[in-house]
């Protein structure tokens, strides 16, 4: 009671590469990454249902995947420089 969950995505689906190329691109540098098989379990895709958070909270996002790296990094090279 009082607690409720959100799932405050976009409704697409990104594969990892996708996420790697987005934020190659914003912050410049190519990223070392390594394919590994797909360990026992993993599943297919995986994305946020965000309806309930449109039906109950009026809420949708409105970032695209680059624009959510962009911030990312802006808050990672932000944070780097306050410790």
């Not at 969950?5 to 990104?14: D, K, Q, R, S, W």
Request: net charge positive.
């Amino acid at each position: 009671a009082g607690s409720y969950a959100f799932n405050l995505g976009t409704g697409v689906g990104y594969s990892v590469k996708d996420v790697i190329a987005a934020f190659e691109k914003v912050c410049g540098k190519q990223l070392p990454f390594v394919i590994d098989p797909r360990r026992p379990g993993d599943l297919p895709a995986v994305y946020a249902n965000a309806d309930r958070a449109k039906k109950e909270l009026g809420f949708e996002t409105v970032c695209d995947l680059e624009k959510m790296c962009e911030d990312a990094w802006r808050w990672q090279q932000y944070s780097r420089r306050n410790v």
